[in-house]
Nanobody, 118 residues
Framework: QVHLVESGGGSVQAGGSLRLSCEYS?????MGWFRQVPGKEREGVTL??????TYAHFVKGRFTISQDHSKNTLYLQMNSLEPEDTAMYYC????????????????WGQGIRVTVAS
């Protein structure tokens, strides 16, 4: 069974930074971050495929995904945050195709809220 626990969310002013963490029970080939706002589909933010990162177009160099194997933790460093980044953020593992399409991912954390004020 896979356990994923996010932390590090909160509120920040536009232009600020946050770092999200996701503690996992075991490293996987495909690990990623997603986000969702009410009334919209969950969207992929970034993923690591065997250590190689992929980013959604809207990240525009502002976010960085990383992994610390010694701590069994996946990170999402978010800089230059914009109000449009306000959402629930989820980490996920095990995708059948390791893409940013949320439907193919098998395990999810409980989600953590990020609010960016203008």
């Amino acid at each position: 069974q896979v356990h994923l626990v996010e932390s590090g969310g909160g509120s920040v002013q536009a232009g600020g930074s946050l770092r999200l963490s996701c503690e996992y029970s075991a490293s996987r080939y495909c690990m990623g971050w997603f986000r969702q706002v009410p009334g919209k589909e969950r969207e992929g933010v970034t993923l690591l495929e065997n250590g190689r990162p992929t980013y959604a177009h809207f990240v525009k160099g502002r976010f960085t995904i990383s992994q610390d194997h010694s701590k069994n933790t996946l990170y999402l460093q978010m800089n230059s945050l914009e109000p449009e980044d306000t959402a629930m953020y989820y980490c996920a593992v095990d995708s059948t195709d390791c893409s940013l399409w949320y439907l193919y991912w098998g395990y999810w954390g409980q989600g953590i809220r990020v609010t960016v004020a203008s």
